[in-house]
């Protein structure tokens, strides 16, 4: 009996853990599901850094996610040094990250990266071969946060993800967030844009999310034009 119990207990964590989510690339810093670590932990899952960095394109590179949960509000933020505390340049505005399975960004943060560096002293040029860490938050249905990170080296000539390493699964998407009091025939927004081609494409149609009642977001087009 106790041994079945043991089984069904696992089983479960492991259907908690599968909800949660992955950054496949830039490979992240180590399992967020190993024992002593924790996705809930701020802010990079009680996961320490690594010293196995992937090198990532100066002008914005590739980040590839698993996601588990049906939606989850997400964040990309960068944090610039070593072991970062301060993760205080965003790379997306925030977004309604819809459908699980892969999510991924070819440029991430292609549009705001260049402010960022700035505020913090750099440019495109002097960032080569300084080390960072992205920290991907997602904040699903209960509102709690989910943190992970991966270790970053700033490379001019890192490659970003092939298209074909880099798709969204099918009903995998990003919705923007407007303000509530805007109408479901909001048009599409660029808000959301993380570098993908700034093409609508497909963007028409404005959604109302059921479990996000009150808030209107409309279909941006990096969701549609990374497919
Ligand atoms: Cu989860």
């Keep these: 009996m106790a041994f079945s119990m043991a089984i069904a207990l696992s089983f479960a964590f492991l259907q908690l853990a599968a909800a949660h989510f992955t950054v496949e690339y830039p490979y992240w810093r180590g399992s967020s599901f190993v024992e002593g670590a924790s996705q809930w932990i701020f802010p990079c899952a009680n996961v320490s850094e690594t010293t196995n960095r992937t090198v990532w394109s100066t ?88 943190y992970n990170c991966a270790d970053i080296t700033f490379n001019a000539t890192a490659a970003l993800l ?9 009903g995998v998407g990003g919705i923007g967030i407007l303000n509530a009091d805007q109408t479901g025939n909001a048009t599409a927004t660029s808000t959301a844009s993380a570098g993908a081609s700034a093409s609508s494409t497909g963007a028409a149609a404005a959604l109302r999310i059921p479990a996000f009642e009150g808030v209107v977001a409309a279909v941006v087009g990096f969701g549609i034009a990374l497919v």
Excluded: M, P
């Design 59 to 146: 002008t914005g590179g590739s980040l590839r996610l698993h996601v588990g949960h049906h939606w989850a509000l997400t964040y990309v933020n960068l944090g610039l040094g070593n072991n970062v505390t301060n993760f205080n340049i965003s790379l997306v505005d925030h977004f309604n990250q819809t459908g699980n399975g892969t999510f991924c960004l070819k440029e991430t943060g292609k549009a705001q990266l260049a402010a960022g560096l700035g505020l913090a002293g750099y440019d495109a040029k002097s960032i080569e071969g300084i080390n960072a860490t992205l920290q991907v938050i997602q904040i699903s249905t209960t509102g709690a946060a989910l």
């Design 162 to 170: 092939a298209d074909s390493e880099c798709t969204n699964s099918t």
